[in-house]
Nanobody
Framework: QVHLVESGGGLVQPGGSLSLSCTGFGETIFHLAWYRQYPGSPRDLVAK???????NYRDSVKGRFFIDRDIAKRTLYLRMNSLKPNDTAVYYCNARLYDGGDDYWGQGTQVTVSS
């Protein structure tokens, strides 16, 4: 059973850093990902990591955000550097257990980048 819980959101100044964590998944994972959502908009993929370790990122966060996971700790991370005001959004953890399977979501955590 998958029950994703995000943590680590908050308020940070432009140029600052923040790390998000997500727990609640098991050993069998096809991919893990972070999405974000602006008010009134659909969720957009931020970063994804596949079971074998391959990662991909949306262009606007490449070189600033880094996705990683600790299998033993069953924890997914998103390390965010050089944050910008337009990174402000609710960030969601996502998991898919197998290719073509259902998506599981966390409840979301607010990230606000403001001076």
């Amino acid at each position: 059973q998958v029950h994703l819980v995000e943590s680590g959101g908050g308020l940070v100044q432009p140029g600052g850093s923040l790390s998000l964590s997500c727990t609640g998944f098991g050993e069998t994972i096809f991919h893990l990902a972070w999405y974000r959502q602006y008010p009134g908009s659909p969720r957009d993929l931020v970063a994804k990591i596949f079971h074998e370790g391959t990662t991909n990122y949306r262009d606007s966060v490449k070189g600033r955000f880094f996705i990683d996971r600790d299998i033993a700790k069953r924890t997914l991370y998103l390390r965010m550097n050089s944050l910008k005001p337009n990174d402000t959004a609710v960030y969601y953890c996502n998991a898919r257990l197998y290719d073509g399977g259902d998506d599981y979501w966390g409840q979301g955590t607010q990230v606000t980048v403001s001076s």
